[in-house]
């Protein structure tokens, strides 16, 4: 008796459930439905519009996987030394140093972009693409979720490795980043699909729209004529989807130890 | 061979123990100078980092401090706390505080409770139906840009800023189910039993049990929450089109950007390290709670 009702609750909730992630799924899939539409008829015509007609995405499609592949790339090289630093280097301030990462990780974008700006001033890298590329490259996310992953790493490995070689760089690729594969893979997910994702930076350090992103495009999109922005959206979605489905099992299996 | 090795391992123990004093591993054995000069190795490692850090972050973050505390660019009167009191007085500053701190206390609560309710039922009750938790997950993949079209179709012709509550709740609630459930993996299952002889119904057992259990994830996934409502920016800018949004859209953030815009340095200087302070304040009590919770 209170078996069946306990499965008709289940069932109940499922539904509840079920219903909520459709909702949750349909921004994406009224965006595909859309694109494969001209005046309410099923058409390719966007898609055609789009690529042979609209000469400003290809040029800003080029900045975003130009943009996302730099930064994650080289945040990840970057976030890898400066985490292997935090976990075996040992000297006086590393406690307080480590707190200012995470701090500096929690400041949100718009406190940064004056301190940004004044910087790339300096070193005369406005209206450039590096000074895109470059801030964001030195971003402490990387660094903080690299290192709280490698505290649960096996330090033995390590140890044994010191007494046949000093090398930093023979270890690290030797017997640190096999033990962090999955951890990377996620952390260049996170790292790939918010460069791709950028809005403030390419609005406020760089001048002309040929050195703008993708996410600009949109946010023009009274400029452009007949229905080439869902096209586009869909076009947009795409290649952060393909990453997440090839490394979709790393992805939440790394970030159960964040 | 083998225990020279071993005693040249012990040496180096001893070194790592006595890693904070410098002094100490300097004048000791060649195993500990060995040690000494793989700790420099090492420390050359955070190199690009920190200098990143302090040409991009640091250095800069120095100057904004300046410039909140001088009256303008050319003088360069020193002026005490005017250009701060200057800011609060301002009644976009006032608006835009109001509103964003108005989405973290409604925004981040609803993103919240959402998510509890969701990671708690996907793996208990509905564990048979975890797959439906990757329609959840995904959004958050999904960049803001190319939804934004969809959401303004949806909402054509309303005037509120729901839109925007909705879209920051369907982008964040990824990573907060994520963490959660990955609290929730860990727990034994032991502990579910005893409960359940003692008679303790779902719901009371997830509230008693569970709830305090991943209490540590539940602060930082709350944490994380309020520092990605400060991201908002980019989600309303995209979804308003304009820098100039209506007056419940308008955020620091949009605050923040025009005047950056407008290059007014000393406004500019003095809200960011104003907000900066704000977040510093949020990380500092989530910490302090955190550990109040642990002991």
Redesign the interface.
């Known amino acids: 008796m209170s078996k069946a009702k306990g499965k008709k609750q289940?069932f109940l909730?499922?539904i509840v459930?079920?219903a909520?992630?459709?909702i949750?799924?349909?921004?994406?899939a009224?965006?595909v439905v859309?694109s494969l539409q001209t005046d309410g008829v099923l058409s390719l015509a966007g898609y055609q519009e789009l690529l042979l007609n609209c000469f400003p995405f290809y040029q800003m499609f080029w900045n975003s996987v130009l943009y996302a592949a730099a930064i994650t790339v080289g945040a990840i090289l970057?976030?890898i030394?400066?985490a292997?630093?935090?976990q075996?280097?040992?000297?006086?301030a590393k406690k307080l140093l480590y707190i200012?990462?995470?701090?500096?990780m929690?400041?949100?974008?718009?406190?940064?972009?004056?301190?940004?700006?004044?910087?790339?001033r300096e070193?005369g890298l406005l209206d450039t693409r590096a000074a895109i590329i470059?801030?964001l490259?030195?971003s402490?996310l990387g660094?903080v979720v690299l290192r709280q992953y490698m505290e649960g790493n096996d330090v033995q490995v390590v140890?044994a490795a010191?007494?046949e070689t000093?090398?930093?760089l023979r270890i690290?690729w030797h017997c640190v980043l096999p033990q962090l594969r999955v951890c990377i893979y996620a952390v260049a997910?996170f790292l790939f699909?918010e460069a791709?994702?950028l809005?403030?930076q390419p609005i406020?350090y760089v001048r002309n729209d040929d050195k703008r992103n993708?996410?600009?495009?949109?946010?023009q999109?009274d400029q452009y004529e007949g229905n080439v922005?869902?096209p586009a959206?869909?076009l947009?979605?795409l290649p952060?989807?393909l990453w997440?489905l090839m490394y979709h099992r790393e992805l939440?299996e790394g970030?159960?130890?964040? | 061979m083998g225990v020279k090795s071993i005693s040249k391992k012990k040496t180096k123990d001893v070194s790592a123990e006595k890693k904070n004093d410098v002094s100490e591993i300097s004048k000791g054995s060649s195993g500990s100078k060995k040690a000494l000069r793989w700790n420099t190795r090492c420390m050359l490692c955070l190199v690009p980092s920190i200098l990143g850090l302090i040409v991009f972050f640091l250095v800069p973050f120095a100057r904004v401090l300046y410039y909140s505390v001088i009256n303008n660019q050319f003088q360069r009167k020193f002026v005490w706390f005017d250009n701060y009191v200057e800011t609060l007085s301002n009644e976009f500053f006032q608006l835009a505080m109001k509103n964003s701190l108005l989405l973290i206390a409604v925004g981040v609560s609803i993103l919240l409770v959402l998510a509890i309710v969701l990671s708690f039922l996907l793996s208990f009750g509905l564990k048979k139906f975890s797959f439906l938790r990757d329609a959840f997950i995904f959004p958050m993949l999904v960049p803001t840009a190319a939804v934004v079209l969809v959401w303004q179709q949806f909402f054509s012709g309303l005037d509120s800023v729901l839109p925007v509550y909705l879209l920051f709740i369907w982008k964040n609630i990824g990573i907060c189910i994520i963490l959660l459930t990955s609290a929730i993996t860990i727990i034994s299952p032991e502990i579910y039993e005893a409960a359940r002889m003692d008679g303790a119904g779902a719901m009371v057992m997830h509230w008693r049990l569970t709830l305090p259990i991943i209490a540590p994830a539940v602060f930082f996934t709350v944490l994380l929450s309020i520092m990605n409502s400060f991201r908002i920016f980019k989600e309303s800018f995209l979804y308003f089109g304009t820098k100039y949004p209506p007056d419940y859209g308008y955020t620091l953030q949009f605050y923040l950007n025009n005047n950056f815009l407008k290059f007014d340095y000393q406004t500019l200087a003095s809200s960011s390290v104003l907000t900066a302070l704000l977040v510093l304040a949020i990380v500092a009590v989530g910490f302090r709670l955190q550990k109040r919770y642990e002991v």
Do not use: D, H
């Open positions: 289940v909730l499922f459930v079920l909520a992630a459709i949750f799924l349909i921004p994406v009224a965006t859309q970057i976030s030394l400066a292997f630093a935090f075996f280097a040992q000297f006086r200012l990462y995470i701090v500096l929690m400041m949100p974008l718009q406190v940064m972009v004056l301190p940004n700006y004044i910087g790339l070193l470059v801030p490259v030195f402490p660094t140890e010191r007494l000093n090398s930093c690290m997910l699909a791709w994702n809005v403030e406020l993708l996410s600009i495009f949109f946010s999109m922005l869902y959206a869909v947009f979605m952060v989807f997440y939440k970030l159960k130890y964040q």
